[in-house]
């Protein structure tokens, strides 16, 4: 088993389903021999269509323990201005200083310049824009080392194309493009890259028989992306073999067609 990310901690924000996407970049962090520390906030899948698992963060916590590196979760709203430095601070007693940082999570509910009103776009933004920022930030002033940091944003492919029905979160995500490539600017002299990663439609349970179906066919290979399609390329960011790649809005997306 390939161990290269062997001494290497990381946060992974944004998980709280053994089927979603931070579970899976938790799993293949910890696979590559990394520590491991993640978050979830059990209030936000309440009002969700899955709903909410109460067993899922602790089975996922075991389930990386087995990997034999350290691991840690904490269950915190990362709309609560405080929380970036608790975070930090938790996962450093945990598992130690983070070299790796995975902004996973996200808000996300559908809208309509019928029924898009400033709350809706504020929560939007609390946790798409002003977290994912500010968690960017406080691992930077914390960072102590030469080379070898690595920040991978989440995004969802704004730049290719309109997402209808969800104007707020396709806004606020589309600014994480943007800080991307600007913090790569401002920390390359740290020792920092800093990407983006667009996993195109995924099935993280979500979707239904007909959903997955329509989706399907606009995809060459003809099925939809998979939690571990977009994991295996979070994995390679988070490497020494990616120090050469900074600045970047990453589509691993299997050539999904849009419109």
């Known amino acids: 088993m ?85 975070l930090f601070d938790e996962a450093e007693g945990a598992v130690g ?41 406080e691992y930077v002033r914390r960072w102590k080392g030469e080379y070898g940091g690595r920040v991978i944003n989440m995004t969802s492919g704004q730049s290719k194309g309109p997402m209808t029905g969800e104007i707020a979160y396709a806004t606020t995500k589309g600014a994480i493009d943007a800080l991307t490539v600007t913090l790569s600017e401002e920390v390359a002299d740290k020792g920092i890259t800093v990407n983006a990663v667009n996993p195109g439609p995924t099935d993280t349970g979500w979707m239904d028989d007909e959903i997955h179906q329509q989706l399907a066919l606009r995809f060459p290979s003809g099925r939809v992306g998979m939690p571990d399609d977009a994991a295996r390329l979070v994995r390679f960011l988070a490497s020494d073999q990616s120090g050469w790649i900074t600045g970047q809005i990453l589509h691993s997306e299997g050539g999904f067609k849009r419109g």
């Open 2 to 86: 390939n161990r290269e990310l062997s001494g290497k901690v990381a946060i992974v924000t944004g998980v709280s389903r053994l089927e979603g996407l931070g579970a899976a970049f938790c799993r293949t962090l910890a696979e590559g021999g990394a520590s491991v520390f993640f978050t979830y906030w059990s209030s936000y899948d309440e009002g969700m269509p899955w709903g909410k698992k109460e067993r899922d963060p602790e089975t996922l916590l075991k389930e990386l323990k087995e990997y034999g590196a350290a691991a840690g979760k904490m269950e915190l709203n990362l709309a609560d201005a405080d929380s970036y430095a608790r």
């Open 97 to 137: 200083s983070p070299s790796i940082l995975v902004n996973n999570a996200c808000y996300s509910v559908n809208d309509t310049i019928e029924t898009l009103t400033a709350e809706h776009l504020d929560k939007h933004y609390q946790i798409n824009v002003r977290a994912t920022a500010m968690l960017c930030v």
